[in-house]
């Protein structure tokens, strides 16, 4: 099934970004032309996903080159779901911009960059070939090191150093990949590479399945490559932190399940490994978070250990395994956008970000405390919260695997998951503030009234992902099936790999 | 020409590796650079051997050098151009901010050095550990 829907949310944000580049001296025009569209981006998200749940796979050949001479970009049922959600956590983290640094406020320089950013995110999605996917990334990438550095504060130049650095390493492995791919196979379409692939001699398969993990495990933050995510994200001001925390290591993942499940047959594909991975990258993500105090980075920590369920998941290579994965993936970029945002307010409320220092939460911001409370119950996966949903599916699907020690780690995880969580609600949200706390100093006398917790929009924006993140568990039973339908076609290459080249052969 | 090729790409790997591996930014940057040349030797190795230029008209279709890992390695080379010039332009920033380009210690390093000897210190000392974290999770 062909669309002419699929390469719009890559052509959108990209003609916005230049038209942003033009008004900039219309800070109002600019916010307007980057609102506007990735509102549009959402619909057409929304469109692509009702089209490609209805006939399973939608393509389009850019220049009307057929597969695999032309690039091909394929929306499945997968990349439209992801599509849906980054695009509405994009418009969602932009409003909350600007509500943070008020219509004239934002650096002339945002708006462009963060429309290429949501171009590359959509790009990595929707394309069907290796290459292009390469080059995806690196317009996701280089507009990241934009945004991680906009402002040249020592800080920032020193984590974007280590950020810049790390993924231009992780690029040269790419390129590498790709050319070693190129002469095994000679193609770089994903579809054809699926073809080809299983006529390799085994000791080939297995290196390049390793190679494409190390590859896409740097951009995703596994063990053990997870090291410089939470040294570089949090130095990011807050609305790009949250973007950065709740995409761009799913993008990476994507990629991990996109190339292990399409391109390499059962007997090649790393199950063990991925396991051990995920187990390792849960614990030792969790582990590193319970050893922060400030809020951003306890919570990067975080970040990786939510990979590592991720990769578990994927790891098990069942239907059932990659169904939650789907599901699950969705549920974490909700959540961890939502837990960001939420820093960000605690940190404009009390001028620090520091569990130790801040305090008091509860009474002089109860709207910050409830849009807290909410994705971190999530998080830690307490029913009936829509962590609970996509953690119990994990787990059912880790049971049903019989593969045991990898659901206790998980199990384990949790628990210390929600150690962390009541660790910042007791610290920051009922504790008992230290003077660094700047909203105890303010008013003498009378108790203080509580605060609205913010700039209207801010809270808007976090109040949206709340929103969000609980009717993802309202309507969980549909898009479980939705997500079941994606598993099963990602565990089913040939559905993609005909559309790809047409039902004509 | 291959082995050639395949043993240039593989020094530029090497030596590119072992630059990436010191503390002064300006030679981190170039040996991002090597390992960049490495990569797009191995891409153009990667169509195989040499031939006539990939020109549709003349001669035997034998003859022909693949075009697509050409077009594939210049794709890449813009790539790296365009992130080294920021890579540059950060490096340069970092040497205003500090007049040096040594890559300087983590935080957790850091405080892990300070806490080694906590024991010792008075509060005093104590204090300025908070001051100095504090500053560093503030200023962002």
Redesign the interface.
């Known amino acids: 099934m062909s669309s002419a829907l699929v390469p719009l949310p890559i052509v959108l944000p990209l003609l916005a970004a230049a038209l942003t580049v033009v008004f900039g001296r219309f800070r109002v025009a600019q916010r307007i032309t980057a609102l506007a569209a990735l509102g549009a981006n959402v619909g057409i998200s929304i469109a692509l996903l009702v089209r490609a749940d209805d006939v399973g796979v939608v393509t389009m050949d850019a220049g009307g080159w057929a597969a695999p001479l032309g690039i091909t970009y394929v929306v499945d049922r997968l990349s439209a779901i992801m599509l849906v959600t980054s695009s509405l956590m994009l418009l969602v983290v932009l409003i909350y911009a600007i509500g943070q640094q008020g219509v004239k406020g934002i650096h002339v320089g945002f708006d462009p960059i963060y429309l290429v950013l949501a171009a590359g995110v959509s790009a990595s999605f929707i394309t069907g070939d290796m290459f292009n996917l390469f080059v995806a990334f690196e317009m996701m990438l280089a507009a990241s090191y934009v945004l991680l550095t906009l402002g040249g504060r020592s800080d920032q130049i020193r984590a974007g150093m280590t950020y810049v650095v790390i993924s231009l390493a992780a690029s040269a492995l790419f390129i590498t990949a790709l050319a070693l791919l190129y002469s095994a196979t000679g193609t770089v379409n994903m579809a054809d590479l699926a073809e080809r692939i299983p006529q390799l001699s085994d000791g080939v398969r297995t290196g390049f399945s390793l190679l494409l993990i190390l590859v896409f495990g740097i951009k995703a933050g596994l063990f053990p490559l997870f090291f410089w995510l939470p040294d570089s994200y949090p130095t990011a001001p807050g609305p790009v932190t949250a973007i950065f925390a709740g995409l761009l290591t799913k993008v990476g993942v994507y990629a991990i399940i996109r190339t292990q499940t399409l391109l390499f047959p059962p007997e090649s594909q790393q199950g063990t490994a991925l396991l051990v991975i995920g187990g390792l990258t849960m614990v030792v993500g969790v582990l590193g978070a319970l050893a922060q105090d400030d809020l951003k980075r306890l919570l990067s920590f975080h970040i990786v250990g939510q990979i590592g369920y991720m990769i578990f998941g994927l790891g098990l290579f069942t239907v059932a395994g990659v169904s939650a994965v789907v599901f699950y993936i969705v549920q974490t970029i909700l959540v961890k956008t939502n837990l960001f945002l939420v820093a960000g307010l605690v940190d404009r409320h009390t001028g620090s970000s520091r569990v130790s220092v801040v305090g008091g939460i509860v009474r002089s911001a109860p709207v910050i405390a409830v849009f807290f409370a909410v994705p971190a119950l999530s998080l830690a996966g307490l029913p009936p919260s829509s962590g609970f949903a996509g953690k119990f599916a994990l787990l059912d699907a880790g049971v049903e695997a019989q593969q045991w020690w990898i659901v206790a780690v998980a199990l384990l995880v949790s628990l210390l998951t929600l150690f962390s969580m009541t660790k910042i609600w007791a610290g920051a949200f009922w504790g008992e503030p230290e003077s660094g706390d700047r909203a105890v100093i303010a008013p003498e006398g009378s108790e203080p009234r509580p605060s609205r917790g913010g700039p209207p929009l801010m809270v808007a924006a976090t109040g949206i992902t709340v929103a969000l993140s609980i009717a993802y568990v309202v309507f969980a039973g549909p898009i479980y099936g939705l997500a079941e339908r994606a598993g099963t076609d990602l565990m089913n290459p040939s559905v993609y790999i005909d559309a790809v080249f047409g039902s004509d052969r | 020409m291959s082995v050639l090729l395949a043993f240039t790409a593989a020094v530029l790997f090497a030596l590119g590796t072992w630059l990436?591996l010191q503390r002064r930014?300006t030679r981190?940057v170039i040996g991002?650079g090597l390992?960049?040349h490495?990569?797009?030797i191995?891409?153009l190795?990667?169509?195989?051997g040499g031939g006539l230029p990939p020109v549709i008209g003349e001669g035997d279709k034998a003859d022909f050098a693949d075009p697509?890992?050409q077009a594939?390695a210049l794709?890449?080379i813009v790539?790296t151009f365009?992130?080294m010039a920021?890579?540059l332009a950060?490096?340069y920033?970092?040497w205003q901010?500090?007049h040096d380009d040594v890559?300087?210690d983590?935080?957790e390093d850091r405080m892990i050095e300070r806490r080694r000897g906590k024991d010792e210190l008075d509060d005093a000392d104590d204090a300025n550990l908070e001051n100095a974290?504090?500053s560093?999770?503030?200023?962002?």
């Open positions: 990436l930014l981190i991002l390992i960049g490495g990569t797009n191995l891409l190795t990667s169509g195989g697509l890992p594939l794709t890449a790539i365009g992130v920021f890579l950060m490096a920033r970092s901010l500090t890559v300087a983590d935080l974290s504090d560093s999770g503030d200023d962002r």
